[in-house]
C-alpha cells in the first residue's frame, strides 16, 4: 500500500518558474530513487530527471541548467523546480519511484497520477 501524490502542476507564461513536488506514502521501508518523466500529446514518455539514495542528481539535455531535483523537508518527497519554463515544456508530469515495502522482501516501482504543466501566454 504505497501512493505517490503530485502537486503543483499548473499555467505558467514562458520564462516563468513552477515547482513540482511528489509524496510518498503508506508502508515504505527505503526509496532507492525518485524521478519526474513527462509526456506531451501525440509524443512518447521522456525521462526529465531522476535522483537517487546517495543524493546523485541527473538531467535530461533539454532541462539542464533549468531544472534543479532535490528532496524535499517533509519525509519521503522530493522537489523539481523548474526555471526559464518554455511551450515546449507543456506536457503531463509523472513521478516515478523505486521503494521497498515493508511488506515486500524486493523493491517495485510506483508511478503518481500525472499533473498537467502548460506553458503559454
Known amino acids: 500500500q504505497v501512493q505517490l501524490v503530485e502537486s503543483g502542476g499548473g499555467l505558467v507564461q514562458p520564462g516563468g518558474s513552477l515547482r513540482l513536488s511528489c509524496a510518498a506514502s503508506?508502508?515504505?521501508?527505503?526509496?532507492?530513487?525518485m524521478a519526474w518523466y513527462r509526456q506531451a500529446p501525440g509524443k512518447q514518455r521522456e525521462l526529465v530527471a531522476t535522483?537517487?539514495?546517495?543524493?546523485?542528481?541527473n538531467y535530461a539535455d533539454s532541462v539542464k541548467g533549468r531544472f534543479t531535483l532535490s528532496r524535499g523537508n517533509a519525509k519521503n518527497t522530493v522537489n523539481l523546480q523548474m526555471n526559464s519554463l518554455k511551450p515546449e515544456d507543456t506536457a503531463v508530469y509523472y513521478c516515478n519511484a523505486n521503494i521497498r515495502s515493508l511488506y515486500q522482501d524486493y523493491p517495485r516501482t510506483y508511478w503518481g497520477q500525472g499533473t498537467q504543466v502548460t506553458v503559454s501566454s
Open positions: 503508506g508502508s515504505i521501508l527505503s526509496i532507492n530513487a
Open positions: 535522483i537517487t539514495s546517495d543524493g546523485s542528481t
